[in-house]
């Protein structure tokens, strides 16, 4: 064995070009590269030029006109009525999400039985389409035939329960559909993260004496910070997006009354062709979005080097 | 005797074992069955309103089991209910929102399994950059993005088109706007954020000495990923999947924004039925096309268990 | 003989670190030269770049003769065996051995008497249809070698193939190893820690510190010539015993000590008077009948024994210092004892205090 098979030449005495080594592998990424930069970067800034510009039923790339798209942004009465229920909505869901997440999850830690059953059925929302949760809300909370019609049938005769059509709860409607939906999934992210958490330390608090109640809140869920990071990312890049839910459950309604600012710029841009009014809010959406993002980011990736 | 046999005979010293009725077991228990009634009590519903006829419904109590279980209200969703003046009811939705599924599912996982293997074991200059930029790009709202894609899919529709009659100049029309391949492209791309950091996570953890081996045995890009990387990494893919199957097929944004009424994904269809201002209402055929509608993620999350939580804190836990 | 592998003025930076720096080796035809080092020395990596694994920064290397710095690793006539095996885990054995031979086009004919051959050689005929994961660690590895062996390469590259074996396996396994190079005649570059593994199988062996060869010589050498103090310290188990003190005269002076240096043998650079080291390994002190004669004899007091079976380690004091005397087994030596001991300065090496070279 000593001839050997390939004939070999001195084909690697060449260094070869920067530009071609690896190539396949540059060509393979090109779709992730073209998404990245065409997509991501390019659309989103095209989006932001055009919210500076008078543009109503098409794009006017040349009618610049400054901030006055923000300026009637902000002077509109709906957007104002957007922004406050996603207030109300993102505060609310975020907190709720939080505690009932964590609290299912922790019941769920406690060594039980029938833990795969129980949070099968906590989770199975999740797998559903917003509009489907939308839609059996709305009929959950139908006035004349749901909920508050049996609750009267129990000899409760007074029992009001009817947010879908009182403009000043309505969105507590939608925050209970989206909490029936997300809690879930929080409560995933939360048990996977306490299943991470060394068993030593519950022995130890248990040497010590330490009630299990306080062993949660003082031991585990500091050690726990960067899943409820996580989870708060999560959830507040999803709060933002909610659309369909609204659409499915109240169509915004009654009135203008559980309006949110993801449906605002669908229905500037496609219903009622104003569509630099519609870059504008999705301008003012992203900035929300960086609110949140860019101190995450920086936490995460500014302190300590990239892997 | 020694110390231990001593121990051994008088018996544990600690604390009896607590007990399967303690107080605590019993606040735990019985909070989780009250919210296990929370989350079990829509499907309920759903279940027995679909099965009842509308007269029972106006009458009777939401809870209360079917007196007379009919199936009508399923045939009625499925064949009859309108949408404006189609009156083929949800079937015509859920063919097209499998037609949609099928090459969004087998698409985006193709590019995002390539983009990750890439990002694990052939990383270029600058590889890393479009990386972030892509997990970035999961957190940007739709809306940002939404219309700028409106205007690049009709272009690249004319440009194929203008493409096609180089050769052929009687060729129809050719549109991405509007047209199922249209949002299969808008499915791949939103979809690849979170599917790439799969793949790349997946990818990352397989031993590098594999990947050696492999490259000294001459296979290139395309030989490692075909014949190393693809067989041992089924279970990924089937997570990848349940991801895609479930996310695609909720989608109605997408849905509304890039297709046409003919072509209009299931979640639209249903929400356009029940949502219908004329007409009166048939709560028995909304509950039944909303179950309809729900039957297909239900299916796979319940047939597939641990992988769907593993998929959903895939991106999550480990990102 | 022809050179089988040439490196030459090798440097790969990995951004501002320098793990390797104007690397030279020239290793023979039929040559098995052992890389050793203590992690992070850069062996691996010297090895990955032979494999063409890892692109260079600068310099040259060649195989038989041709440049193959910037060529694929599967042109180069390399073939490797890694710690983890590597073994494609969805393929059978057979699929594993012949996985190379179809990516480089051969005949079917070809690869099936070319996997009977390395089975054969390598006893693994029965093993070819099961699976790696249905396999024990050694057979594993042996089949990680069938990988290179089908392939017919000039050159076998080995990252540390012995250490995820347990020790009975790997002694084992070691002199299996010796036996195929003995057969094969191939040139064999072999990675490893484990300095047992390294003097038993290598015919010559390169220490490795901070990208740079420390000493490379024959087993022999390294362990009787050590050409520094890193070296002297890094081979030899309990290691060297190191003193400091001064040559004055042809004698070695440093407390306690006063070792004449008639039996010694300098290098090229003779004695110089100056501060220097001197390393006595442990199993070089003389103990028992034989101290009567010792060219130098000391009595030191016994700190501690660690009775190991084959033989007895014994802790002194020398110097203010702690002195490790390595014993027969049969010893009878207890704490407190005083010691006599004896040293022959002729196995003992010296080293320049500032320059850490041997004198």
New interface residues.
Partial sequence: ?A????G?????????S?LF??M???I??I???A??????????A???YHSFTRSRLL?APDKWTGLQNYDRLWSENRWLVSIENLAIFGSCSLVLSLVIGFI?AA??D?K?RFE?T????????????????G??????L?PD???Q??VR?WGWETFTFDPLNNADIVIYGILIAGI?QGS??VM??ML??MRGIDEDVWKASRVEGIPTWKTYIFIVIPMMRP?FV??L??IS?GI??V??LV??QT?GGPGIASEV??KY??DK??GSQN?GL??A???M??LS?LVV?IPW?YLEFGGKK?R | MTDATVNALSGPKGPKPKKVFSSTNIIIYGTLFVVCMYYLLPLYVMIVTSLKGMPEIRLGNIFSPPVEVTYEPWVKAWAEACTGINCDGLSRGFWNSVWILIPSVFLSIAIASVNGYALANWKFKGSEVFFTILIFGAFIPYQVMIYPIVILLRESGDGITAFIRIFNSDADNFRLMGSLWGLVIVHTIFGMPILTLLFRNYFTSVPEELFKAARVDGAGFWGIYFRIMLPMSLPIFVVAMILQVTGIWNDFLFGVIYTKPDTYPMTVQLNNIVNSVQGIKEYNVNMAATLLTGLVPLVIYFASGKLFVRGIAAGAVKG | MANSVEIKHLDLNFGAVNVLKDLNLEIAEGEFLVLLGSSGCGKSTLLNCIAGLLEVSDGQIFIKGNNVTWAEPSDRGIGMVFQSYALYPQMTVRGNLSFGLKNAKFPKAEIEKRIAEAADILQIQPLLDRKPAALSGGQRQRVAIGRALVRDVDVFLFDEPLSNLDAKLRADLRVELKRLHNQLENTMIYVTHDQVEAMTLADRIAIMKGGKIMQLGSPDEIYNRPENIYVADFIGSPSMNFFDGEVVGNHFKGGDLDLPLDGYTFGPGGAVDGKAVIGIRPEHIITGELVAGAPVKLEVPVELVEPMGSDTLVYGTLNGQALRIRMDGQARVSLGDSLPIGIDPSRASLFDKASELRL
Avoid: H
């Avoid at chain 1, 998404?35 to 989103?44: P, Q, R, S, Y």
């Avoid at chain 1, 129980?118 to 949760?133: D, N």
């Avoid at chain 1, 839609?135 to 959950?140: A, D, I, K, N, P």
């Fill in positions: 064995m001839v050997t098979d390939t070999r030449m001195d084909v690697g005495a060449k260094r070869p920067r080594k690896n396949t592998a540059k393979a990424a779709p992730m590269i998404t990245a930069l065409v997509v991501f970067i390019g659309c989103t095209w989006t932001i794009p299912l019941l769920l406690r039980i795969n129980i949070r099968t059925i906590i989770l199975y929302p999740f797998a559903l389409s917003f509009v489907v949760t839609l059996v809300w709305q009929w959950l139908n035939l749901g909920l019609n049996v049938s029936w879930g999934f995933v992210l996977a993260g899943v996580t989870a990312v999560i890049a933002i997006k659309y369909d659409v499915a169509s600012p993801a710029v669908i841009m496609f569509l519609g870059f809010a999705s301008t959406m992203l979005v993002l980011a990239e």
